[in-house]
């Protein structure tokens, strides 16, 4: 016979150092005293991500959820709930006030404590991403069907625009607005693009949402084409998303089989079909421009707008082109309504948004959640908190092409409007979360290098500039760090923020502007002091031997491989501060613990 | 399958609904392992593997097992699902080839949950709602 109750004990690392093993104990006794253990299992779970309530317990299938428990809280739960069948309100969880989640809770009736609201991942490891049959069930296609029969191009574009969504590629532009565009050019043969290169180090929302959702993007792509005027769609997507690309395949497949791509789609007089195109995996095109160059087989280079791609794009013929996490949008926004959609995020930026949480954070994944969800949720009651119980020092969202936010704007609701007044942006939705351990200046240095080597050389302050600032971090990481560079950082910043030719230049010295605001003192210190607070930054880290401890054994001497450590077994060790490379072998080889690492 | 027109989607997707519900026909039982990127690095083929050859081995033939997209647990990869009646549907992470023969035996045929690998469903299912 299965069980009456369960009762789920989180044994998260967390919870654990909080009397859960305590909590546990006293419910497998209370149980027992009651003789229950027939009806109810005790059970000891992972995280629930909520670790700044824990210890945390739920009760299943009543769904209760208490946090904050202490160990002479059991036997009221098992009296009140278990037996008698009422959940104890003094110890649910409630949710403090914010506006974002309590919307969603009433759009939805949602569950209090579930932070997350999945509308973009809503197949997502629910459905067999193979099989359309299991799209179909749930709903899928079914805005298809109303678009066709039910609404005008014009009326989905309208539903669209007042549903406010916006691109989610990074810039954030209204969606509605873009299809209007193209739909108002007219042109014999306009195209629909999914782009889907997702290129910024850390992200793969995008690669996620098609290997589990693949259907979704089709059908969107397809009412586009509906609402637009468009015949011919193409996927854009990198070549190293080999899973993503075999799951597109099956799915085109078999829409088309199914005449949901094709000739006369469900028997109307629409046709339109979809074909993959392979990037080679370089960020820049990522942007829409060269996306659309790298598309007709030209080499991946940005050109200048306007023209927008929307009036004039692929070969010329007006063009939507947006990202895949817009995309997986649409088919809900048609089918439950924009005004449904609408009440769910800030006054600005409509719905939800799925992160990619990586870093040290406990719970790293795929997240979404409503806009205006704050930093803070995201990471202490959603990803269960900084790994080592170490300090929350930055979290870096919009990749290279974004910016760091200090602790001081936990508490901001995270919108595109937020993000952007705040020195960031919202990006396509990398998030990666920094601790006391990590050197501001070392990471900036890694997203210049990064868009270094991805600056495809075509405008010389992209290429030029992001190369000097590159030198400029190298000589302050290394210690020849001079406060005039402080200025040239900046100088050289705005300059490629004005005169660069696409987006990728434009935005690759916001790294530095944004750790220059908010850790300026850090970059200070590495040029002022030769100190990288972090030790990260190896060329400024001081070796010495303390001789209070050294007992004089000379391991450090034998052991060091430049010959840096002099000395002899009387007079002690010393070590020659210009030879050293600080390669940290002497400290790692004594025993007595005599060297240190400043 | 042939091309279908408005009325036998409409109709297709019915049956299919009623289909899912009843839960695969004959199989009442279902295992939905995690198969993205991040699930299959973590080893969720030898996972579904192995749930392949216990079932077979025990004979157990109301069980199907699936495959999903990435169910956004990626740090207790790879990730399993489970279904079944008059049991919580029931998340687990960190499912080895080991873990899961435990599945098999805990949950699925001793009908307890299987302590330590045990998440949170991150949010409701909004198609359902
Ligand atoms: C350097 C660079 C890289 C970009 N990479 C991507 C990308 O990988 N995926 C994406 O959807 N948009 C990317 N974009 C944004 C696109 O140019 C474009 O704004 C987006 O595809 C529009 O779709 P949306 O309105 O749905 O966001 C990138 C932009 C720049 C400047
Ligand atoms: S800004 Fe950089 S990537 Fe963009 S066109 Fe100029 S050189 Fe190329
Ligand atoms: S850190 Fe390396 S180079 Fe420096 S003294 Fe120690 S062993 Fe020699
Ligand atoms: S450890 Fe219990 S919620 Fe994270």
Not at chain 1, 337 to 366: D, H, M, Y
Not at chain 1, 371 to 380: C, D, N
Not at chain 1, 399 to 407: D, L, Y
Request: proline share 4%.
């Amino acid at each position: 016979m299965p069980y009456k109750h369960y009762i789920l004990i989180c044994a998260g690392t967390a919870c654990e150092s909080s009397h859960a093993q305590e909590i546990h104990d006293n419910f497998i006794k209370e149980i027992k005293d009651r003789q229950l253990e027939s009806d109810v299992q005790v059970v000891k779970t992972g995280c629930f991500g909520f670790c700044e309530q824990g210890p945390i317990v739920k009760i299943l299938p009543d769904n209760a959820f208490y946090v904050k428990l202490k160990p002479e809280d059991v036997k009221e739960i098992v009296d009140e709930n278990i037996i008698k069948g009422r959940v104890v309100q003094r110890l649910l969880y409630s949710p403090k006030e914010d506006k974002g989640r309590h919307q969603m809770t009433d759009v939805a009736n949602i569950d209090f404590y579930q932070k997350q609201f999945r509308i973009v991942l809503r197949n997502c490891g629910i459905i067999d991403p193979e099989k359309i049959d299991e799209y179909i069930a749930r709903d899928g296609y079914k805005a298809l069907e109303k678009v066709l029969f039910e609404m005008s191009p014009t009326q989905v574009i309208d539903e669209v625009s007042r549903s406010g969504l916006r691109g989610r590629g990074g810039a954030g532009f209204p969606t509605g607005l873009k299809w209007s565009f193209t739909q108002k050019t007219s042109s014999d043969v306009k195209y629909i693009v999914c782009n889907a290169d997702e290129g910024d180090p850390g992200a793969y929302m995008d690669r996620s949402t098609l290997e589990g959702d693949p259907h979704s993007i089709l059908e969107a792509m397809t009412i586009a084409g509906y609402a637009v005027g468009a015949h011919k769609g193409y996927i854009y997507i990198r070549a190293e998303y080999p899973l993503a690309i075999e799951r597109l395949n099956i799915a085109i497949g078999q829409a088309r089989d199914y005449g949901l791509l094709g000739e006369k789609i469900l028997g109307s007089n629409f046709d339109f079909d979809i074909e993959i195109r392979l990037g080679a995996g370089a960020f820049v095109c990522g942007e829409e421009t060269a996306l659309l160059a790298s598309v007709e087989g030209e080499r991946g280079m940005p050109r200048p707008r306007p023209p927008f791609p929307a009036v004039k794009g692929l070969w010329g013929k007006p063009t939507v082109i947006n990202n895949v996490e817009t995309w997986a949008n649409i088919p809900v926004i048609i089918l439950k309504g924009a005004s449904w959609f609408a009440k769910i995020g800030t006054e600005r930026s409509k719905g939800t948004k799925v992160f990619a949480l990586t870093g040290k954070i406990n719970n790293s994944g795929l997240i979404e959640v409503p806009m205006g969800t704050t930093l803070r949720e995201i990471i202490f009651d959603i990803g269960g908190g900084i790994k080592d119980g170490k300090q929350f020092k930055a979290a870096q969202t919009g990749g290279p092409s974004g910016g760091v936010i200090p602790a001081e704007f936990l508490d901001t609701p995270i919108d595109y409007d937020n993000l952007t007044a705040i020195g960031s942006m919202m990006g396509s939705g990398g998030m990666i979360v920094m601790d006391e351990d990590d050197c501001i200046v070392d990471i900036t240095k890694f997203y210049l290098q990064f868009s270094v080597d991805e600056s495809c050389g075509k405008c010389a302050p992209c290429r030029i500039g992001g190369y000097q600032l590159l030198n400029l971090l190298e000589k302050i990481t290394s210690g020849r760090g001079e406060m005039a560079d402080l200025n040239k950082l900046f100088k050289i910043s705005q300059a490629m923020q004005k005169a660069s030719l696409c987006g990728l230049g434009q935005t690759a010295s916001n790294p530095v502007l944004s750790t220059m605001k908010y850790f300026g003192e850090e970059y200070q210190e590495h040029i002022q002091n030769n100190k990288c607070r972090a030790r990260k930054c190896a060329q400024l880290l001081k070796f010495e031997i303390l001789p209070e401890k050294c007992v004089k054994c000379g391991l450090c001497a034998k052991v060091c491989p430049v010959g840096a450590i002099s000395g002899d077994r009387e007079k002690g060790y010393v070590i020659d501060q210009a030879k050293c490379i600080r390669c940290g072998q002497c400290l790692e080889r004594c025993k007595f613990k005599a060297i240190t690492r400043g | 399958m042939g091309k279908l027109t408005l009325d036998d989607l409409r109709k297709m997707r019915e049956s299919l609904k009623n289909e899912m519900d009843k839960r695969d026909g004959e199989k009442d039982i279902r295992i939905v392992v995690g198969m993205g990127t991040c699930g299959i690095a973590a080893g969720a083929k030898k996972t579904l593997e192995a749930f392949i050859e216990d079932l077979d081995k025990r004979s157990l033939k109301n069980v199907s097992v699936k495959q999903t997209g990435c169910m956004g647990n990626c740090n207790v990869e790879p990730t399993v699902e489970v279904f079944m009646p008059e049991m919580p549907a029931t998340l687990y992470g960190n499912v080895s080839a080991d873990v899961a023969r435990k599945i098999v035996q805990k949950h699925i045929l001793e009908r307890t949950l299987l302590n330590d690998h045990i998440q949170d469903k991150p949010s409701i299912d909004i198609v359902k709602h």
